[in-house]
């Protein structure tokens, strides 16, 4: 064809040119699909099943987001406050939080103050200068701050579909998040909520730990199998992490990738060396 396309007329050129962008409008279509369909299935491996008639499940679920730190989750709070390559928006910092709701934005708002940055400063100005301001004296302002930094506030901050657009690597870690607590609190037991999210993590820590480089390998190869995935925790550092040597301390984000994978499986297939649940942890984000 390289040969002879100087011989073509300009209409056979014109008819080529309109066959090929044709074909390539086919070509990324399908990839479009694909990636949907992909992107889908990866999306439901982190969404809990909610089965209908289970209020009781879901309410013990609420109270447990809403009485719980964003903090308390290591690498959701790395996702989210730390590392800004995760999110289209960047991170997401504590005095943006209240303002995705539109009652507390109205609250802070009516004391003159504006926008995150000046609610930074103000509470700066507050608890290092001890220079006063009467918001922080309103006792609704404490509990809706209180409130914006618990992870029910994120669940309800991801209801907002532009928000999940915005923040997409935040937005997988919740629902990893969320999917376990799901699953965890779903059991008939006389166990606390704490006991039951977070049974036995410390030993399922240990054993992460010491097969960091094969669990790392593992999520790796399944990351690459997807064109554009990533993984919402130690993304750009899993390939060094897979050739970690055995018994070599673990640096700050390899600390948070442990305590991601250890949070949503079980010490039984840890102890089998079942690496499934960490592929939970790979999502395939949107443009």
Request: some cysteine.
């Amino acid at each position: 064809m390289q040969k002879n396309i100087k011989e073509l007329t300009i209409q056979m050129l014109e008819n080529l040119k309109e066959y090929y962008q044709k074909k390539s409008r086919k070509i990324m279509n399908q990839i479009s699909i694909e990636n949907d369909n992909i992107r889908r299935q990866l999306d439901e491996k982190r969404t809990p099943k909610i089965i209908l008639g289970q209020e009781e499940i879901k309410e013990r679920v609420t109270k447990y987001l809403y009485s719980t730190d964003i903090s308390d989750i290591s690498f959701l709070n790395y996702n989210m406050r730390i590392e800004k390559s995760f999110n289209n928006k960047g991170r997401i910092h504590d005095t943006q939080l209240p303002f995705f709701d539109e009652e507390m934005k109205n609250l802070i708002q009516s004391y003159g103050i504006n926008n995150e940055r000046e609610l930074f400063f103000t509470m700066i100005d507050y608890q290092c200068k001890k220079k006063d301001h009467p918001i922080m004296q309103d006792e609704n302002f404490i509990i809706a701050w209180n409130k914006a930094n618990t992870l029910g506030h994120l669940d309800k901050i991801f209801q907002n579909e532009q928000n999940r657009l915005d923040y997409q690597g935040t937005y997988a870690a919740f629902q990893y998040v969320k999917k376990h607590i799901w699953e965890s609190l779903s059991i008939n037991t006389e166990e606390k909520e704490e006991e039951l999210v977070w049974k036995n993590f410390d030993q399922k820590k240990i054993l992460v730990t010491e097969n960091l480089a094969p669990i790392a390998a593992y999520v790796l190869i399944h990351r690459n199998q997807i064109p554009k995935a990533r993984v919402f925790i130690n993304n750009g550092g899993l390939s060094r992490t897979a050739q970690k040597k055995k018994g070599s301390p673990p640096t700050y984000v390899q600390e948070r990738f442990i305590d991601a994978i250890a949070f949503g499986t079980t010490l039984e297939k840890l102890q089998q060396q079942n690496y499934e649940d960490s592929k939970q942890l790979i999502y395939l984000p949107k443009k």
